[in-house]
Structure formats: structure tokens, C-alpha cells
């Protein structure tokens, strides 16, 4: 039996509505990382991270369960949680958070803020007010209340004055870039991801490596944002040698999100099939999306590594 997809996009766009989020998270939780790097609050530029990195440990939580239903009678339960979900919110009953993800997601946000730092830029962060930034809810043509949660989003940044956004993310960069001012009328705020901030900046790096690192390219930034170079020429003023496996760049191939909280089996599928095409160029791999390194995981096998490029730049600037 497969998965009810209605109830499940309902749960996740009822929870978007009500609670400002796909999959909502406390706001302790989501912002415990920049307390530990003492950032400071607001500014004309701000450190922006839509919650992509804090969800993700909550999405493979929930594909794990998924998985699990997939075929069995409890699928008929589903649409009595979507009910239940609108009076209390059930999403911490989706699955066990590994706490290990948790802590090496907010560890690659602080390392991100700290490359800022060394890169000599000047940011705040908005705490409470970083909201989720609506990407899901996109994707999955839910348009009537993404819409209306990006005005809530927007009103966000008027009210703390924020002229410049940098991001932690492609679909964070995406949704701010290139369809909120679609969206929405006099979205006047400059967005730039964190790779192009720092490509742009005069960081050096603090030594160089003799080593090999396989790109995986996010399908977001290279077709949609243009952020193909930046992270390439990061590594390569390092002396790291960037290799391209089949179908990069541009052409780059799907990791398997976003769909893999509605359809988890094909996800699984889709991200098999990129780790076959990374391991013919190498066996040491380097992504720049929390939903790729999430969904590549799944399907990786122990002979080869994943690293956020975040955790790369960190050892060598």
C-alpha cells in the first residue's frame, strides 16, 4: 500500500500555516547555534539559515518512519494524525532525532559563521525571527499558503531593517532570491550565499592539501543560482584538486530531496544511483546542501566519505 500523499502534504502544510514551519522545531532549538558562536542580534546584514539546516535531523526522522509504513496497515492512521495535527502538533512523534545529526548541523552553521568572521564580515543574526524559510511548501505547489507565509517572512525583515542577507544554503538562496521577489511586491534586500560572500572576500587559506575531493553539486545553486565556481575555487586556492563526476556542474544529478518525505522508496532510489556516479571519480565526497548530505547519507556505503564543504573549508581557512 503506498503512502496517502494528500495527508501527508496536508500534515506538513497545516503545520506550515499554524505553527511557521514544515516540520516545527522549538526556537531554543533552532537558534543553540548561534548563541555558541555569540553572534550578535540584527544588523543591516544578517546570517540567514531558513531552518534548513535545523529541520533536516527532523525530515530523516520522519523518512525513516515513512519507510517503515510503507505497505503496512498503519497507513490508514495517517490521515486521523493529519486531523489530530491541527489542534496539537504531532510532528515529535514522527520518529527519534538523532542527536548526533542535531549537533553536526549546527556545528556547520557555526563553522559558517566563523568563515564569515575570518573573511571579515561584518553580520548579525535574527534569533527568533529566522524563520522557516518555505522551501518544501514551494516545491510541493502548496502556493496559497506559501504565499502567505512569506509575507509573514518579509514583514520580518522590515521590521529588523535588514538590507542584506547572506544564506546558509541553496534553497534558502533561492526562495530569497529568485522567487520571493516574484512573489512578492518591493522585496528590495540583497541575497548572497555564504560561498559567494567568501570567493568574493580576500580570505586566505591558512595551508595547503595534497588531496582529492568529488563535487556534488546542488541542483539548486548550479541551475538555479549560478553557484558553480565559488566553491571550487575555495578549494582549489588550497590546493585541493576538485574532480566532476558524471553529469556536474549545470547538469548536475538529484539527490533524491525533496521528495523524499512523500515519496522515501524513490528517494532512496534517485541517491543510490548519484553515490554509483560519485564513486567512479573518487571516494571522497563534498556537498553544500544540508538535503543532499541528508539524503546521499542514506545511500552511502562505508567505503566512501561525505563532507559538508563547510567542514573542508573550515580545516583550511
Partial sequence: MPLPIKDVLGILVDNLRIRNSVLPISKRTATRWAKKCNIPKGGDTVIYTGLMYQIVPSITALVKTL?????????????LGRFVNKFINISKFFGIIDKKEVKQHNNTLCIIANLLKKADVDFGYLYEDDLYVGALAYDLGADDIFNNHIEKVYEVFKKHNVKKIITTDPHTTNMLREIFPKR?????????????????????????????IVIHD???????EGVIDQPRILLNNAGIKTLDPDDSREYTFCCGGPVESLFPGKAYDIGKKRIEQLEKAGKNFVVMCPVCYANLSRAINGNVKINDIAQILDKIY
Avoid: W
Avoid at 185 to 207: C, G, Q, W
Avoid at 218 to 224: G, K, L, P
Fill in 67 to 79: 519507510e517503515k509504513m510503507e505497505g503496512s496497515f498503519l497507513l490508514k492512521f495517517i490521515s
Fill in 184 to 212: 512578492l511586491r518591493n522585496f528590495d534586500i540583497e541575497v548572497k550565499s555564504y560561498l559567494e560572500v567568501l570567493a568574493e572576500s580576500e580570505i586566505k587559506p591558512t595551508k595547503q592539501l595534497n588531496d582529492e
Fill in 218 to 224: 546542488s541542483c539548486v545553486y548550479a541551475r538555479h
